[in-house]
């Protein structure tokens, strides 16, 4: 590959567009009824368009980051080896986790204590922490990676990818070579993402503990594992391009199905289904539908990325660099400013579009002002002369 080929424009774009759908994801929770009882900081109104919205985008938007994870882990180690691929993962994965881990976590809880204290409306899950901070028994929370769980989730990856090589596993790569070489298997492909869809909750919850949670690795897994064989198989996307209106509009059927599925969680369920798992055959179902919506809305969001995204620009070149960096800070930003919206007399769109515009336009700025040119921004994206490549990619 000449370092032409080696810059594949669409995906960086589609990689940072698809994280900066977390803002909107995350911004739109609070104002919507699914997790009106069990998110942290949630409006007294809520509305049903906003969870079709959010849950919509939740369907696609971490499958698309770990695909092309999975491709850019390949063109790594094709480039580099195994030794200075481990070397560049540590540097622009490992590292930031480890610095921007506590951090955040430290912020989330002192936003929480913060919102209990300024909070008039206190919903469920509010009440359910007030009513913790102030007895000496209760038990300490589970240890959370917060929104970061991504990144340790791609720490993991990393190693079984290391492991698969040193076991000369590229078998399994040709196998789905042959997948890939024909258009006909994408009626099958969603198969694979049902065991473990079906051994989890619905709609898909973040894994965000810090033991290993089974069913994201056979999730998130298998789309680190699409890509990773995208790369030696770049043409697929072009063999499945004449098909991507019948995803999309597959994609969309199944989804609104999906979503009629979902009912709106109780606090109390919560704390149920922490300990408990649906074996029935509804959720059979349910698994089934999610998993070919997934499966064609991520392909579609990828054909399209390539479609309309494939091109240099400084522009989505900025939003590509900065992407990391936003993701990092956004949910304690937006939560703070979500903390101060609750109480405001004014319609919920109009939250929604502040809070998660603020976010995104503070990202932005900050990342030119604190990060792009210093420390912060060598760790996550690398100095100055490397920066033409993401943190995915180099």
Sequence with gaps: MTNNEERIYYMDNVRALAMLLGIFFHA?????????????????????????GAWFSHLFRMPVFFIVAGFFAHLLINKRGTAGFLKNRAARILIPFVVFWPIVGISIIILMVHAVETVTTKLPLLQFIAVEMNNPGAESPPVSTTHLWFLYQLIWFYILTVIGIKFKMESVSRYLDRIFSNARYLIYLPLLLVPSLFVTSAPLPAP????PELWSFGYFGLFFLFGWVLFS??????????????????????????????????LEAALKMANTYDFSLKHLGVAVIEAYATLFLTLTFLILGKKYLDIRHAGLRYIADSSY????????????????LVDVEISIWLKFLVSSLLTLSLGLVSYLILVRYTPIGWLLNGRKKDMPTTFLKD
């Design 233 to 266: 198989q770049r043409g697929y996307l072009d063999l499945i391009t004449p098909y991507w209106k019948h995803m999309l509009g597959a994609g969309v059927v199944l989804y609104t199905g999906f979503f009629l599925t979902l009912p709106d969680i109780t």
């Design 28 to 52: 739109s929770i609070p104002y919507g009824t699914l997790l009106h009882e069990v998110w942290i900081i949630t409006d007294i109104r809520g509305s049903w368009l906003m969870d079709f």
């Design 325 to 340: 960096w936003v993701y990092i800070i956004h949910f304690p930003v937006l939560m703070l400013i979500q903390i101060h």
């Design 208 to 211: 965000e503990r810090v033991y």
